[in-house]
């Protein structure tokens, strides 16, 4: 039978690589992503690919879209197996005493209440089923802390102790919640975002070498364990935060 499979800012990185890992897995994926050129980019190579997907424009902070999200997927396919809660931003880098709060205001917002809001409703929808998976999209910087990365930092520990209370709530229902912790991923985020670190330069290997194993994660390493958590192999495991970061935080 054909799972059915949400993630969000599957436009992009670590989401992308989920959305295609997901697709290959038997599941019609909804990539829910506010760049809805690149979403519908993934749902085409998905295609091409011989997988199920359909695209939707949504921005997580705006909660009519949230809510139009999951009324479609209730219309559409009347259930929901697998969620991924992955839409993020770094935001800008600085210390607390001159960070922006507006910009501090808008890292929480998207990256800890937006989570919020889409387990809420995705753990009504699994409720009702008696059944489903989640993984909400922590960081290194959801287990230590960033200096310089304060919202950040504290946004991704809200992320994941959201997750170990959620997994409480949840395990009575059938529903598992899970995290992953990355360290640095190659994804538009590193790239193109904050530190802009281009791959071949000194600056990227420098970010690299602070994992003992040398190298910054590709998305796809990190869709590999967001996939295993979401799967049946791990139907022991929730409220566990997992460390996928070449061991930076060993
Ligand atoms: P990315 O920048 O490649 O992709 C993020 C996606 O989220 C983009 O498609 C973007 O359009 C979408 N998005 C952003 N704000 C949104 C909003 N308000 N509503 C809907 N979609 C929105 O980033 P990447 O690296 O793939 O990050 C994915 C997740 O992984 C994020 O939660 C990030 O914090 C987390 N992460 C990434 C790490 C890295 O080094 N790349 C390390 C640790 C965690």
């Known amino acids: 039978m054909t799972k059915i499979g949400l993630v969000t ?15 290959a897995r038997d599941h019609h994926v909804v990539v829910a ?15 091409s690919a011989g997988g199920q997907a359909s695209a939707q424009r949504v921005d997580v902070r705006d909660d009519d879209d949230v809510a139009a999200l999951f009324v479609g997927i209730k219309d559409q396919f009347g259930r929901l197996d697998s ?3 992955n839409a993020g931003i770094t935001g800008p880098i600085g210390p607390i005493h001159e960070f922006d709060l507006e910009a501090a205001n808008t890292i929480l917002d998207i ?9 809420q409703q995705e753990i009504r929808l699994m409720q009702e089923q008696g059944s489903g998976s989640i ?9 230590t802390a960033g200096a ?7 946004a991704k520990h809200g992320v994941s102790g959201l997750t170990r209370a959620a997994a409480l709530e949840t395990a009575q229902l059938g529903i598992r919640v899970n995290a992953i912790c990355p360290g640095f991923t190659v994804t538009p985020m590193i790239t193109d975002q904050g530190l ?14 602070f994992h003992p194993i040398g190298r910054m994660g590709e998305p796809e390493e990190m869709a590999a364990s967001i996939g295993w958590l979401l799967s049946d192999e791990a139907s ?14 060993a």
Not at 33 to 47: P, S
Not at 148 to 154: E, R
Not at 236 to 247: A, E
Request: contains cysteine; hydrophobic residues 45%; glycine residues 12%.
């Open 9 to 23: 800012g599957g436009g992009s990185g670590i989401g992308r690589a989920t959305a295609h890992l997901l697709a």
């Open 33 to 47: 992503d506010m760049n809805k050129e690149n979403a519908d980019k993934v749902v085409q190579e998905i295609h």
């Open 83 to 85: 969620a991924v809660n």
């Open 111 to 119: 990256d800890l209440i937006s989570v919020f809001v889409c387990l």
């Open 135 to 143: 993984v909400n999209l922590s960081s290194i910087w959801g287990l």
């Open 148 to 154: 310089n990365y304060a919202a950040y930092t504290a």
């Open 196 to 209: 802009k670190l281009q791959r071949g330069t000194k600056e990227f290997e420098a970010a690299g070498a």
């Open 236 to 249: 022991f495991v929730t409220g566990h935060l997992l460390s996928v970061d070449g061991g930076f935080v």
